[in-house]
């Protein structure tokens, strides 16, 4: 799980049918349900690779693809 490798994520898990006010919140329709910071959400399983790559879209911290320059700095000409 990314919160145990990282101080920097924080993970909760709410049980709907304890909350209901939570579920209706967050327009659970299916499980499992993933909201991050509140700008991205979905629902249904997904690969790992998958996973990784919408939080760290969310978080801004994608790597720059392979042979392209890295944000702020320019290619070698």
């Known amino acids: 799980m990314m919160a145990i490798e990282?101080?920097?994520v924080t993970a909760d898990v709410v049980e709907v049918?304890?909350?209901?006010h939570i579920a209706q919140r967050?327009?659970?329709f299916a499980v499992p349900?993933?909201?991050i910071n509140e700008s991205?959400?979905?629902e249904g399983a997904r690969p790992e690779a998958a996973f990784v790559a919408m939080v760290e879209s969310v978080a801004g911290t994608v790597p720059?693809?392979?042979g392209q320059?890295?944000?702020?700095?320019?290619p070698d000409r």
Not at 17 to 20: D, T
Not at 69 to 74: D, L, M
């Open 6 to 8: 990282s101080e920097k």
């Open 17 to 20: 049918s304890e909350f209901p």
């Open 26 to 28: 967050y327009r659970v």
């Open 33 to 35: 349900k993933v909201v």
């Open 40 to 42: 991205l959400e979905f």
């Open 64 to 66: 720059p693809a392979e």
């Open 69 to 74: 320059p890295e944000s702020g700095s320019s």
